[in-house]
């Protein structure tokens, strides 16, 4: 017999019976405890949330053993010749590099000769150079870098006292040295106490002292040694306060050198003014052979 479909059949189920049809209770159970895994339970064998996260947590996978960083040094490239040919030329020589390293040599009229060609092969023609050349007969013996200065003079001018007995004439000299600086001049009057003996000896350098003065002193009185610088000798001839006929013997400080290692015809300045004095009648006493030429 089919059942009445007007009836109301819900309204007839049984309290406790499931609202799906066909399932029983145990099972709704089961589907309800299913639904919520993480709700606290209130019974003994309950377990907290943050256990089962624990529990439940993955092992992390162990990462492979990770290269220590290694130091890196930078190597300086090495020096090739050709690099260090290179350096070489961008240096510029100095004459104090160059001296330091060669020995010192004596000066020889040959250097004089040399240096005047030098000097005046610009300005002067081949006939004027050759009328220029010193005889050779005017230059005394050099030294050989042994001598003190007072044992070469002895030695180029053995008859020394007789001559400055011999010398009366003022506003002149007998024998003059010619050095770079006042300072040197002095000191080669201290290393020429053996040979001067008594004789007179004059300062002729502008250091401290003027011309006017200088003038003064040889017209008071005949001087036998003069001692200076070639700029302060030519002011004196130039002025007439020096006459250079009776000078019988010209010594030039040549083989000194400063602390530049330079000697005083290295110095432009210096070399420039010897020879402007040597045009002041110099040349020609050293070709009627009355006057003789020394490098010290």
Same mark, same amino acid.
């Given at each position: 017999?089919?059942?009445?479909?007007?009836? @109301? %059949?819900?309204?007839? #189920?049984?309290?406790? +019976?499931?609202? =799906?049809?066909?399932? !029983?209770?145990?099972?709704?159970?089961?589907? $309800?405890?299913? &639904? *919520?895994?993480?709700?606290?339970?209130?019974?003994?064998?309950?377990? @907290?949330?943050?256990?089962? #996260?624990?529990?439940? +947590?993955?092992?992390?996978?162990?990462?492979?053993?990770?290269? #220590?960083?290694?130091?890196? *040094?930078?190597?300086?490239?090495?020096?090739?010749?050709?690099?260090?040919?290179?350096?070489?030329?961008?240096? /510029?020589?100095? $004459?104090?590099?160059?001296?330091?390293? =060669?020995?010192?040599?004596?000066?020889?009229?040959?250097?004089?000769?040399?240096?005047?060609?030098?000097?005046?092969?610009?300005?002067? !023609?081949? $006939?004027?150079?050759?009328?220029? /050349?010193?005889? @050779?007969?005017?230059?005394?013996?050099?030294?050989?870098?042994?001598?003190?200065?007072?044992?070469?003079?002895?030695?180029?001018?053995?008859? %020394?006292?007789?001559?400055? /007995? &011999?010398?009366?004439?003022?506003?002149?000299?007998?024998?003059?040295? $010619?050095?770079?600086?006042?300072?040197?001049?002095?000191?080669?009057?201290?290393?020429?106490? +053996?040979?001067?003996? @008594?004789?007179?000896?004059?300062?002729?350098?502008a250091k401290h002292i003027k011309v006017q003065e200088q003038v003064k002193l040889l017209e008071k009185r005949a001087v036998h040694l003069g001692v200076g610088t070639p700029g302060r000798i030519?002011?004196?001839?130039?002025?007439?306060?020096?006459?250079?006929?009776?000078?019988?013997?010209?010594?030039?400080? %040549?083989?000194?050198?400063?602390?530049?290692?330079?000697?005083?015809?290295?110095?432009?300045?210096?070399?420039?003014?010897?020879?402007?004095?040597?045009?002041?009648?110099?040349?020609?006493?050293?070709? !009627?052979?009355?006057?003789?030429?020394?490098? *010290?």
């Open positions: 017999m089919a059942d009445d479909l007007g009836d @109301d %059949w819900w309204e007839n #189920q049984p309290a406790g +019976a499931s609202s =799906s049809p066909g399932k !029983s209770s145990d099972q709704s159970k089961h589907v $309800i405890s299913w &639904n *919520f895994p993480f709700e606290a339970s209130d019974g003994e064998g309950g377990r @907290d949330v943050g256990t089962t #996260q624990q529990d439940t +947590a993955p092992v992390p996978v162990l990462s492979k053993k990770t290269k #220590q960083p290694m130091e890196c *040094f930078l190597v300086p490239p090495k020096e090739t010749k050709e690099d260090a040919t290179k350096t070489k030329k961008r240096r /510029k020589k100095k $004459i104090t590099d160059i001296l330091a390293k =060669s020995e010192p040599k004596p000066g020889t009229p040959e250097d004089l000769q040399k240096l005047m060609k030098d000097y005046y092969s610009s300005s002067r !023609s081949v $006939i004027e150079l050759e009328e220029l /050349k010193l005889p @050779d007969s005017c230059f005394l013996k050099c030294n050989d870098l042994t001598h003190s200065l007072s044992s070469y003079l002895k030695e180029i001018c053995p008859k %020394w006292v007789k001559l400055r /007995k &011999n010398h009366t004439e003022k506003k002149s000299v007998l024998m003059l040295i $010619i050095c770079s600086s006042a300072i040197r001049a002095l000191e080669l009057m201290r290393s020429m106490t +053996a040979f001067r003996g @008594d004789s007179k000896v004059m300062k002729l350098f030519k002011e004196l001839v130039k002025q007439g306060g020096l006459d250079l006929n009776p000078l019988k013997f010209l010594v030039f400080d %040549w083989n000194w050198r400063d602390q530049k290692l330079r000697r005083m015809m290295d110095i432009p300045e210096i070399r420039k003014e010897v020879f402007e004095l040597l045009e002041m009648g110099v040349l020609s006493l050293c070709k !009627s052979e009355s006057l003789k030429l020394g490098l *010290f």
